[in-house]
């Protein structure tokens, strides 16, 4: 037997470089070193200075032999704005640039498992981003099998999978301005799927908008890997799963991922893979709240508001009466001096019901028993969050996948509200009166049975059990 046979698979983890693809993959990563495979995760080196800066990243690790950190390079300079509206710029660097790189470190042994010095163990498998595409190319190349992951809800990657066939169809440029009008060409979402509920990219009506090139070839791209790994759970997604097999068919629904690693955390302690300093002073101010009686306001790692948004939703939330926590990133605020320009009525009724930080311990605040619902951005990861801890929420979508999202949360889960395309003092404060109180049984009721089926699924036999060991099989045999 050839000695690199004789120990465990090497994977290699290339995450998408923002926060809600990073968060989700480390947690795979964790996952598959916990099963006794060799991983190393290949960071870009801005991704990884980050996590220096604001994690543990550097110690968390000291007890798990299996795993290591690598870097690259994204190919752009230092003070590169790479959040925010620039990400298209970073995507394009990492496809002319870092691909390069990826295949010279690769086949350089650049990328090789260092064991106690003596034996040096060779990527048998990668695991990659399914949007990085490029990936896909070098495994051919050099042969090495490889598995695609999308950390974007399984509802937006269909509609990725249906944009060839809505633009044969002529449905999409639209006709006219109707955003209400239902969309026919993605099936199994007939009877719901509006036009304003596709991902946003949508609303330019360009073929040529690079958006909508990048992403329809999506179901071509994903369906050249081995398989195609998923943060969801069969019994939240079982229609669209269903509808992307016909695609794709080996699908790893392995979610919620962050549940999921928590179960098989033994050694390690509580992961943060935060890109923001936390502020955990958020917690002791819950601890002193009613159960259910916060709502808690976050809009994720990207999306931004201007000013008059900013005050809308601050007098929403402050006229609803109700008890709310908010993340209020820096950078996500147009014009700095936003503070000093709060009027006096709602920095009294902040100071009387509210609680604002720039980034929160979140799955910690979900997971708090003072915490009622979530007015969120809909990113696929705070989706996921909240319905694991079976919290109702309020849906303000921002961009991309998170507009579809939103259309899923009120029409097809019926976990919450879809305040997409509104920003209005008084929707806020009717949206959280309704969530918070005069319906909040309904939605309590309905998330709570979500959440009771996301913590089944993770028990042994349960789906995402299932898949996951399928999944771990699966790299051992390729990896022979
Ligand atoms: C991006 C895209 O915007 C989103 O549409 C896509 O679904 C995933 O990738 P992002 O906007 O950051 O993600 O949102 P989300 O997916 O919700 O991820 C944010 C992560 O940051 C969550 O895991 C959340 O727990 C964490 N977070 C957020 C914190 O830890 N603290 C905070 O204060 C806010």
Redesign the pocket.
Known sequence: MDEQESLPPHVLIFPLP????V??MFKLAELLCFSGLHITILLTENIHNRLVLHTDITSRFDQCPGFQIKTISDGLPDDHPRDGGKFLEVFDSLRTKTKTLFKDMLTSDLLCFDLDGKERRRVSCIIADGVLGFTCDVADEISVPIFCVR???PC?LWIFFCLPKLIESGEYPFEDDNLDELIKSVPGAETFLRRRDLPSFCRSGDLTDSNIQLYKTEGQENSRAHGLILNTFEELDEPILNQMRTICPNLYPIGPL?AHLKKKQTTLRPS?N?L?A?DRTCIDWLNNQLPNSVIYV??????TMTNDQLIEFWYGLVNSGQKFLW?I?PDSIAGEEWRSKIPVDLATGTKERGYI???????E??AHPAVGGFW????????L?SVYEGKPMICWP?????QV?SRFVEKVWGIGLDMKDTCDREIVEKMVKDLMVLRKEEFLGRANHMSKLAKNCLMEGGSSYSNFDRLVKDIKSLSD
């Open positions: 923002l926060q809600g693809p968060n989700s950390t974007i809800s937006c962050h943060s935060s923001w936390e976050s809009f994720g790692s990207i999306a993340v990133r930080v720039e980034w929160a311990p979140q799955e605040v979900l969120t951005h809909c990113g696929w990861n705070s989706i969050e921002y961009f991309f996948d998170q999202n």
